[in-house]
Nanobody
Framework: QVQVVESGGGMVQPGGSLRLSCTAS????????MSWFREVPGKKREGVAC????????EYSDSVKGRFTISRDNVAKTTYLQMFTLQTDDTAMYYC?????????????????????WGPGTQVTVSA
């Protein structure tokens, strides 16, 4: 069974930075693309970043492009989301997701592309 555990969330002031981590188990980590989603109560879960199995290609939503960086360490079976210049609109619960294969196609943001059950998430709060 594929499982993920997210960590690294917290409270930060606008303009601040955080780095989220996600450790995955139950799969050949190096064979799958990884992604990050976020959700605000009352709104649809939003895909924010995806990284291919090699780590050579990343995709971002327009709302975070240029501010967030996704990366991975296949030896540690961990993916990261480095977030810079955080804004109040970034406040959300952040979730890690394993993609169905090693790539980040245009459909990477859809629920059909997610292989694992959702983990507990990690809360990010941006507030002055």
């Amino acid at each position: 069974q594929v499982q993920v555990v997210e960590s690294g969330g917290g409270m930060v002031q606008p303009g601040g930075s955080l780095r989220l981590s996600c450790t995955a188990s139950g799969l050949d980590f190096g064979g799958y693309a990884m992604s990050w989603f976020r959700e605000v109560p009352g709104k649809k879960r939003e895909g924010v970043a995806c990284i291919t199995y090699t780590g050579r290609r990343q995709e971002y939503s327009d709302s975070v492009k240029g501010r967030f960086t996704i990366s991975r360490d296949n030896v540690a079976k961990t993916t990261y989301l480095q977030m810079f210049t955080l804004q109040t609109d970034d406040t959300a619960m952040y979730y890690c997701a394993v993609q169905k294969d090693g790539y980040c196609p245009p459909s990477w943001r859809t629920m059909e592309r997610v292989l694992n059950d959702w983990g507990p998430g990690t809360q990010v709060t941006v507030s002055a």
